[in-house]
């Protein structure tokens, strides 16, 4: 049993101030008795810590305990008072409460032992609302197979994965096709800079170029020819002196058998299978995730109902520190102000909607009886057992954590079961 969990009948006197929103405001008064109690349970766990010379730790007598450490005591006591009393509080009001409520307001100098001690504390509960429209949902199907044209843009990308470049005829000259590889030396403000020189460069001519003004300047060369030119960065005028040392063209291999067999495979048509399998497959997984998606944006649409900011806020600071960390070279805590701000703007919306998105999944599944049971996760486990158990350490393993993910696993079950319910009822077109 929780330590916090303290409070006895009439220690707690709780009133509801008000609600706006997912936010519930109450006032609190821990009464005498429960403040009393706190004090001496604060009393007897600083004891346990307590070192004084002459005694061992955790050996202090209690009034000299009182005498010396009479602040780690109240601070203790206020500590357990609140705490039992919030847990106390909550559970008066019957509030379904999402997060750790807020202390809002409280007067601690007026916290003394035998004395009431009351306060305030907002809780952010879960939102109230009657789900609605969510049957007959009109959803645009995709093709779930893939088109000749697919096919052939698939190996068409293939083929240019396989290319290999060749050095150009003699006389050949660089035009918007072909690959050059030059070197060259650059000054900055005629100053030599290392950063603007390079050894056996080759460059895409059909691409964007990193060094400005080098592509334009050697269109037209030949293999041995040289050049001067100049190009501006910003207010910095940039110098070169380039050579071309060979121009190569690509070469993409023929579609055939030989090409096929290269791959892996008998003949192209095999080739062509496998590809049109693999494609089959991949326009089926995301005619199905559009499917959700598009039942999601009805939903959401349809529904529109106040979040616990609380939540709102704790998701989008994780969702935020997990992007930091993937996908810049920064840390979290590296950000500045207006840089978190950014990113924070940039986050909230899609964290509302998935937290939208769970609140109505859910009430789905409460009106319409398809919250998942003991028996669907026996049936999942069973199912994973089946299909992954090689021996006896993974049959452990596997029900080691279908034990510790239980509540989620029958929350994804319940999610399961709801989209496929939306999805029988809904309308496609």
């Not at 429209?133 to 000749?148: L, M, S």
């Not at 920064?330 to 978190?340: D, G, S, V």
């Not at 909230?348 to 109505?360: A, F, Q, T, W």
């Not at 009886?369 to 026996?378: H, M, P, R, S, V």
């Amino acid at each position: 049993m929780s330590i916090f969990k303290t409070a006895q009948a009439g220690e707690v006197k709780t009133k509801q101030l008000g609600k706006e929103g997912c936010r519930v405001t109450l006032s609190v008064e821990a009464a005498p008795e429960l403040v009393t109690k706190c004090f001496q349970n604060a009393a007897v766990q600083v004891q346990s810590r307590a070192q004084m010379q002459g005694f061992r730790a955790g050996r202090v007598p209690l009034d000299l305990v009182k005498q010396n450490f009479a602040g780690h005591i109240k601070e203790r006591a206020l500590d357990l008072t609140v705490k039992a009393a919030i847990n106390a509080a909550i559970a008066d009001a019957k509030l379904d409460a999402v997060a750790v409520p807020t202390l809002t307001k409280a007067d601690f100098a007026n916290f003394n032992e035998g004395k009431s001690f009351p306060f305030e504390i907002a809780v952010d509960v879960a939102p109230e609302f009657d789900v609605k429209d969510y049957k007959g949902i009109e959803i645009a199907k995709k093709p779930e197979t893939a088109t000749d044209a697919d096919v052939n843009e698939n190996l068409a990308r293939v083929q240019d994965a396989n290319a290999r470049l060749e050095s150009a005829k003699d006389g050949a000259v660089i035009d918007d096709k072909c690959y050059a590889v030059v070197h060259y030396k650059g000054q900055r403000n005629g100053k030599d800079d290392y950063k603007l020189s390079a050894d056996s460069e080759l460059v895409d001519m059909a691409a964007p170029q990193t060094m400005p003004g080098l592509a334009e300047a050697i269109k037209g060369l030949k293999k041995g020819d040289e050049k001067d030119f100049e190009s501006k960065d910003g207010q910095d005028t940039l110098s070169f002196h380039v050579v071309v040392d060979d121009i190569k063209n690509k070469l993409v291999p023929a579609l055939d058998d030989s090409f096929a067999k290269d791959m892996g495979f008998d003949t192209l048509d095999a080739l062509k299978a496998k590809v049109k399998e693999s494609l089959d497959e991949e326009a089926k997984q995301n005619a199905r995730r559009d499917e959700i998606a598009q039942i999601e944006n009805h939903l959401v649409k349809a529904n529109d109902f106040a979040l616990p900011q609380s939540l709102v806020e704790e998701y989008t600071e994780s969702s935020l520190n997990n992007f930091v960390r993937s996908m810049t070279q920064m840390k979290p805590e590296q950000l500045n102000a207006e840089q978190r701000k950014a990113f924070e703007e940039r986050i909230r919306p899609s964290v509302e909607k998935d937290l939208r998105i769970g609140y109505i999944v859910h009430a789905i599944a409460k009106k319409e009886n398809l919250e998942a049971t003991e028996a669907d996760w026996k049936a999942e486990l069973d199912k994973s057992l089946a299909s992954n158990t090689q021996n006896k350490a993974d049959e452990k393993k596997i029900k080691s954590f279908f034990d510790e993910r239980k509540a989620h696993i029958l929350a994804t079950l319940s999610e399961r079961k709801v989209f496929d319910f939306l999805k029988a009822e809904a309308k496609y077109k």
